[in-house]
Nanobody, 125 residues
């Protein structure tokens, strides 16, 4: 299982970004896909996940601002981030794991088996 996160960058507070997690169609259909982030000196935090039923879950800190979706045409899981805040700055990772690890928040990283390299998001104030 291979995953590749992309789309990070430097933006200002209030701006939007779209992250993409590229994966095979099999991966998208078989696994739940989660987005996680880790700020310097911080723990890795579950941001959002989507399971193969299409159910979506979000951390409280991003609910209403971030939207996860699965795009089979692009063979990717997207994370649309709106209203970005400086505290959203982190390296963002996508990961694949069993469906039962994406059934409700919080989203635990230890349930996800396959990880891609991260993409850096920096939000300036």
């Amino acid at each position: 299982v291979q995953l590749q996160a992309s789309g990070g960058g430097l933006v200002q507070s209030g701006d939007s970004l779209r992250l993409s997690c590229a994966a095979s169609r099999y991966t998208l259909e078989y696994y739940a896909i989660g987005w996680f982030r880790q700020a310097p000196g911080g723990d890795r935090e579950g941001v959002s996940c989507i399971n193969n039923s299409g159910n979506k879950y979000y951390a409280e800190s991003v609910k209403g601002r971030f939207t996860i979706s699965r795009d089979y045409a692009k063979s990717a899981v997207l994370l649309d981030m709106n209203g970005l805040k400086p505290e959203d700055s982190a390296v963002y990772y996508c990961a694949a794991g069993p469906q039962h690890w994406c059934v409700r928040p919080p989203i635990y990283d230890y349930g996800f088996d396959y990880w891609g390299k991260g993409t850096l998001v920096t939000v300036s104030s």
